[in-house]
């Protein structure tokens, strides 16, 4: 069959919402998302990666099977979705569940009323797993809730309220683990409290919810149902403005249409081809959908095994697996079990959903957690071309590397055939990923050994590994030399090295953690030769004892399980009027909104008239001249309008805030790999990113390029100015002192991961000059300025609008400055409205995160535990523009001392200046970064000591009335009740005791506990502002609305930041209120019966104005850095927290098993937002201090640009118990009805579990008598935990 046969296009035909779409000029090349959002003008499904890792673009597919007469519903990535493959199948995105104007559906309301959203920008995706999930089961386990949940990233609660709101569906009741030891959490929940508090743990009502009633879903379009049933089945085609699709009904002409076109690749769920189209360049003119051909979704159990389609879907293929198992007999299944494990963490449900098998085999990918224990365990594939059949040993394919020609272009895998296990034969499967589930293993391994009968005599051996080469390996050699050997510890040293020499990576490998992966692939061996020896032990324990039963528990993988949690606050006052909402866990304003998909973002606002599209083209050189720019192919693209450089800007281009300019298009030279050289605007975001990629610029490379900390310092590069700070003697203190130690931390960047990208919609209004802007931004003043400075013309002029922003973090105010500037530039020279979205990886590219820094330090100390000096020096990377780099040092060094007294101080902050994008503010703003080396040095102290790390803390901490290292005053009495409650709350002693004893009885797992202290001074820095307005006003909530926050209504606003929105907004809506009331109170005196609308209406008979602006100029605060005092900050908010985790040491993963926060935020104004900024900053914390890494090339790229390759913590990383309390009875004086502001704090609280992971270190390594002192970097990765745990196989691979 060839294209010819086909010139005439096709229809598609399917339904979306119970609409059908009949699309006449559906274009292979459009996913759905941008088909739902920019054509049917759904914009509930958000754009958060465009690769499948989020979920934020969630949609529910139906589809009916004639034969069986099933219909299947099931979840799937919108970004990666072909509409091409949505012939005949119906669509139900957010808007279909329910809306505000129909019938709000129970998961929507549920997720609303128990908090779940607080940005609100993964909501509509977490609705519909959720709901997904409930169409297949209306009455859930929680492991199938977990598991629903997996895909779907948030960045901002922490997902505590979201599973909360799952669990409300769950069939099980919701206890906690601690069952096991006779009582749950929630029986004891008195023992938490104090007697004397009125103490509340309920953060939503579920009376109020309605019940689930599965009758009132949407049905399967009946049409739908006729059209398979009755329609013949015949070929599609469909052509795009570059791509055909052709999708076959029979396998025939599937080898026609190959032989024709053996390039053209079989798309089934495009999970592999789509990103590589989407990120790696690639193009396929023409592409086959082999999906209705019923060879390829063949399922047929024979005799010795399953035989299963190659365009079986992942999760179908588990399903099959579980029947099996559950059917066979153990002996038989235990390939199916191996295979199974694999596929339970490999990637998320909606992935597995679409994924194909036939595609994850074929793709050969060196990331395949499949082709190594399917090729270990002997499966063969089925090969089919025209006119001819051929059976292969799957591991053919992979043979000699991943350019192999075992598959003949033309040819196709139409089925794999997994054979039951046997007698005296043993299978496992292994695999390690930056996080447990929804990530790409960093290794993998499938391993298979067949004993003579009745003996441990290896008969047949196959050992197979992902990760350690550009696709799986087979340790051939070392298998033949092995057979005929005994299962023993001999064997295993000799395997070990052999293994190493056949598969080790070489140091030079791309791709990096060289170490770490070969020693993952002798640990899997281990593993496999200690599960294998256990197995041996129950068929004949005589001879084969087994394993020692310390070893045991390492055979056990961590299992993500439903997080049981409990949120403590203190209740408000009875004598409190039941209208009057402060202090109450009041729902998000936006929830509903949120939850249905009606809350509009930037990107949902309806496109204006001859609207353009904008897409940045940046630099690939991090520092460089630039010869010349070459836009002619860029502009011959189809739909492309312009080009906008810096030659476009009217006015300013670089801007002067210090000593070295912000720069809105880079002009002679560029700074950094990501610096925006020109833009492309075009009549599309497809056509403007097709002619970006085409602009062709010649660099001229600069000296020196300055990537790091150390390369700062080489080259002296800073911005100006230096900061110290010091207090007492130092060195007279160091002579003084019992002893002296030196160290360094290094801690990593962190990116701001927010769900929403950077966004900015610019209309010029044609008149005066005037020019809409709507911004996701922190600060919409500052925006006005900077766009009207580029621009020229009065900041009257423009008009900035901010609805809502999709998180923030600290990343939305002077980068979105800049990108609003550049699309208002071009919308000045096109006369235009621009619209520009930046694509996660551009984001990540472009807008910088989180300051990298190194903390060197030397310490003096006595040897009862006190400190006496602390000598240090912090480095900041602030990257290649200021920015608020000597902000962020200032406030690390500021904040430097935690909650501990140091007597004598010298402190020096440098903000050091290199090539790098440029880094901004991030939550914590430098304290999350100079805490954490504070809390290093005291645990050092502890180790030298000999003493407890609990008991430095104690000894150091501020305890009375004391001052800062910079004279501000301050009344430690909340944090040492905070310290004092987490200790008791958390039971810290005797659970010490308790991991004490679980690490003398396991010896290749181990526990670790930590407990930290925080004082996180506020200052320098929209949720409550509802629950302000109802209390002045006297009003139920349901009476006010908030609009949007505009430069036209508040000129001079302060920016959201540092945790500032309630305090400064608040006392700003607070001070308008108190005016209107008081222009009301004669009318109210007058008629005091009445009520609002009686009194307003009176106000308008009187002429008295209802409008009113209020302000709040911010806090006093100074900092004489000359003289090393001041009062930089307001108040001081306190909090501790407890974190307990368990380690595997063979492979350096981990597992987060409790942690128990105490806050003090003074009196909380909506309790359910505070402990959500809490467990969300926490849980952003964890990602820092253990998680996320950014990655660089030696030139300066980042290479981690997307959700595949950055890992920011998702729900199997959260505590399986968390618990929250907020401190009673306190008081702010300060702040707003004696609050204080929490967005921030709770960040550094996650290095509490830093610190558990390094106990748990610390205790491998005293058991091994390893050096006592040794030094951990953040984030605390799998890779470093392995390292620090050293062990034979460490030094094997070292000595290497
Ligand atoms: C977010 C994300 C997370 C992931 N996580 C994991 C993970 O943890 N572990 C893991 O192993 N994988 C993971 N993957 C990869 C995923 O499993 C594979 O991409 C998937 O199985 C490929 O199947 P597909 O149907 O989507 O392939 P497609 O993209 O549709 O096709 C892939 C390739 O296979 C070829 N092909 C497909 N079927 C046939 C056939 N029958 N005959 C011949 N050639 C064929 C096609 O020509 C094409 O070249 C992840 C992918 C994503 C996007
Ligand atoms: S946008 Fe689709 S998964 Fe992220
Ligand atoms: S609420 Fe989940 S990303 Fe903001």
């Known amino acids: 069959m060839s294209l010819q046969g086909a010139a005439g296009a096709d229809e598609l035909i399917f339904y979306v919402n119970g ?71 119906a669509v139900t995105t957010v808007e279909g569940v329910g809306s505000t104007k129909s019938r709000v559906h129970p998961v929507q309301e549920r997720l609303a009323k128990c908090h779940g959203s607080q940005c609100g920008f993964c909501t509509p995706g977490m609705v519909m797993s959720i709901y997904t999930l409930l169409r297949n089961y209306p009455e859930p386990t929680s492991e199938q809730m977990t598991a629903a949940l997996a895909g779907n990233l948030c960045r ?170 559950s059917k066979l007999p153990e002996e038989k299944t235990k390939i199916f079990y191996a295979v199974l494990k694999q596929l339970r963490t490999l990637g998320g449900e909606q992935i597995r959903n679409v994924a194909s098998l036939g595609g994850n085999i074929v793709s050969r990918k060196s990331t395949s957690d499949l082709n190594p224990i399917l090729a270990a365990s002997n499966c063969m594939l089925n090969l089919a071309s025209r006119g001819r059949k051929r059976q292969i040993p799957l591991s053919d394919i992979f043979a000699d590397g991943v350019d192999n020609n075992t598959l003949m272009p033309e040819e196709i895998l139409v089925s794999v055939h997994i054979p039951h296990s046997r007698k005296g034969e043993y299978i496992s499967a292994f695999r ?74 070489p140091g030079s490998a791309c791709g990096g953690k060289v170490e770490y992966k070969n020693t993952l692939i002798v640990s899997f061996f281990y593993r496999f030769f200690l599960e294998v020896l256990q197995s041996l032990k129950t068929t004949d324990s005589c001879h084969y004892p087994g394993i020692p039963v310390e070893y045991g528990s390492v055979l056990q993988d961590f299992q993500t399980k439903m997080p049981q949690s409990i949120q403590i606050y203190q209740d408000v006052d009875q004598s409190q009027s039941p209208q009057d909402p402060v202090g109450r866990p009041i729902m998000h304003q936006s929830g509903i909104k949120h939850a249905t998909g009606e809350a509009v973002y930037i990107d949902d606002l309806p496109s204006v008239d001859g609207e353009l599209f904008l897409a940045v083209v940046t630099s690939s050189r991090a520092h460089a001249k630039i010869m010349s720019v070459d836009t002619s192919e860029a502009l011959k693209g189809p739909g492309v309008f312009d080009i906008i450089t810096a030659d476009d800007v009217p006015a300013t281009n670089e801007f002067h805030y210090s000593s070295d300019p912000e720069i809105i298009f880079a002009r002679n ?69 019992d002893g002296i130690f030196e160290g360094e931390v290094h801690i990593g960047g962190q990116e701001h991961f927010y769900m929403e990208t950077q966004s900015v919609l610019a209309i010029p209004r044609g008149e005066d000059k005037e020019m809409d802007l709507f911004v996701s931004t922190q600060h919409p003043a500052f925006i006005q300025e900077m766009v009207a400075a580029s621009l020229g013309v009065p900041a009257n002029r423009i008009m900035c609008h901010v609805k809502r922003v999709g998180g923030a973090f600290g990343g939305k105010i002077l980068k979105a400055g800049l990108l609003a500037s550049v699309a208002a530039v071009a919308a000045n020279k096109t006369n235009r409205a621009v619209r520009l979205i930046l694509s996660r990886g551009d984001d990540m590219l472009i807008t910088g995160g989180r300051h990298p820094f190194v903390g060197k330090y030397k310490v003096g100390f006595m040897n009862d535990g006190r400190i006496r000096a602390v000598d240090a020096k912090y480095y900041i990377n602030g990257g290649c523009t200021p920015d608020e780099s000597v902000l962020v040092a200032e406030v690390s060094l500021l904040k430097m001392d935690n909650a501990y007294k140091i007597p ?15 880094n901004t503010a991030f939550r914590g703003f430098g304290f999350p970064q100079s805490a954490l080396v504070t809390e290093t040095w005291i645990t050092d102290i502890a180790d030298k000591t000999g003493l407890s790390p609990e008991k430095i803390r104690e000894i150091n901490m501020y305890k009375e009335d004391e001052q800062t290292p910079f004279k501000q005053k301050l009344d430690p009495q909340n944090l040492v009740r905070c310290w004092n409650e987490c200790m008791e709350k958390s039971a810290y ?153 368990e380690i595997n040491c063979l492979t350096g993963d981990h597992k987060n098993l409790q942690t128990d926060i105490v806050m003090d935020i003074g009196c909380s104004i909506n309790p359910a937002v505070d402990i959500g900024q809490i467990e969300g900053a926490f849980v952003q914390g964890i990602g820092l201090y253990t998680m996320e890494e950014l990655k660089y090339s030696p030139e300066g790229v980042l290479y981690t640009r997307g959700p595949d390759q950055y890992k920011i913590p998702a729900v199997c990383d959260i505590p399986e118990r968390f618990r929250v309390s907020l401190l ?73």
């Not at 779409?21 to 509930?44: C, F, N, V, W």
């Not at 589809?63 to 519903?73: F, V």
């Not at 402190?907 to 200046?913: F, L, T, V």
Request: hydrophobic share 35%; with cysteine; charged share 25%.
């Open 156 to 325: 901002c609660t922490g997902y505590r309220p979201i599973l909360d709101a799952c669990k409300t569906f769950c069939k099980e009741s919701v206890c906690c683990q601690s069952k096991a030891s006779g009582k749950c959490c929630l029986d004891h929940e008195e023992d938490l409290f104090d007697k004397e508090e009125k103490i509340s743990t309920r953060l939503f009502s579920p009376d109020e919810f309605q019940p689930l009633d599965p009758t009132q879903e949407l049905i399967f379009p009946p049409e739908l149902m006729r059209m398979a049933e009755n329609q013949p089945k015949r070929t599609l085609f469909f052509h795009g403005e570059r791509m055909t699709w052709i999708s076959p009904v029979n396998l025939d002409e599937l080898l026609d249409l190959k032989a024709a076109h053996p390039k053209a690749p079989l798309v089934v769920g495009n999970t592999s081809v789509g990103p590589q189209m989407k990120f790696g360049g690639m193009f396929h003119p023409i592409v086959i959908s082999p999906a209705r051909i019923p060879d390829l979704n063949v399922v047929k159990c024979t005799g010795d095994g399953l035989t299963l389609g190659a365009a079986c879907s992942l999760s179908l293929v588990k399903d099959i697996l579980r029947n099996a198992i």
């Open 669 to 737: 030279k560029v700074i950094c790999v990501g610096q925006i050289v020109c833009a492309v605007v075009a009549d599309s975001d497809v056509h403007a990113k097709q002619a970006a990629a085409k602009v062709k610029i010649k660099y001229e490379v600069l000296e020196p390029v300055i990537l790091t900390i150390e390369d700062a310092i080489k080259h002296n590069s800073f911005f100006e100015p230096k900061r110290k700070l010091e207090k007492g003697n130092v060195d007279q203190a160091f002579e003084t002192v």
């Open 989 to 1141: 002693h005797s659970r010490k005791t308790a991991v004490k004893e679980f690490n003398k009885q396991n010896y290749w797992k181990k526990k670790g506990i930590a407990i930290v202290p925080m004082k996180f001074p506020f200052g320098l820095g929209t949720r409550y502002l509802s629950q302000v307005a109802s209390r002045e006003l006297n009003i139920p909530m349901s009476y006010i609305h908030f609009r949007e926050t505009s430069t036209t209504t508040v000129p001079n606003a302060c920016a959201s930041v540092g945790s500032a929105g309630t305090d400064v907004n608040g006392m700003a809506v607070k001070d308008a209120c108190q005016t209107l009331m008081k222009r009301l109170q004669p009318i109210i005196n007058k008629n005091p019966k009445g009520n609002w609308n009686d009194w307003i209406k009176e106000a308008f008979e009187q002429s008295v104005s209802l409008s009113a602006t209020g302000y709040f100029r911010g806090y006093n605060e100074h900092m004489d850095w000359e003289k090393g005092e001041g009062q930089p900050f307001t108040y001081f908010l306190y909090g501790a927290a407890c974190s307990e985790v």
């Open 904 to 918: 004598n101080l010298r402190c020096w902050a440098y903000a050091c200046k290199t090539n790098l994008p440029s």
């Open 432 to 505: 390690q990923a930056p996080r447990r589930e929804n990530a790409l293993p960093i290794a993998n391994a499938g391993m298979r050994v067949l004993f003579e009968e009745g003996t441990d005599k290896i008969k047949d051996l196959n050992i197979f590994y992902g990760g350690a080469a550009s696709t799986t390996v087979c340790a051939k050699q070392t298998c033949w030399t092995l057979i005929g050997r005994h299962w023993n510890e001999q064997m295993l040293d000799e395997a070990s090295r052999l293994i190493l020499k056949e598969i080790a990576l």
């Open 1224 to 1296: 009673s009875s306190s008081q702010n004086p300060y702040a707003i009805y004696a609050s204080k502001g929490i967005g921030e704090a709770g960040l550094f609280l996650g290095c509490s579990v830093f610190f558990a992971l390094r106990d748990a270190v610390t205790s491998v390594r005293n058991e091994r008598g390893l050096k006592k002192t040794f030094a951990m970097n953040s984030p605390l990765t799998a890779e470093q935990i392995r390292a620090a745990c050293a062990d034979d196989f460490t030094k094997m691979v070292i000595g290497r």
């Open 19 to 89: 609409r059908k779409i009949i699309e006449k000029h559906a274009d292979p090349e459009q996913m759905l998302l941008s088909y739902l959002r920019k054509r049917l003008h759904l914009t509930g499904t958000k754009y958060g990666c465009g690769g499948g890792g989020c979920g934020a673009c969630m949609v529910m597919i139906s589809t009916y099977e004639p034969a069986s007469k099933k219909i299947r519903h099931y979840s799937a990535n919108a970004c990666l979705f072909p509409i091409c493959s949505l012939y005949g199948v």
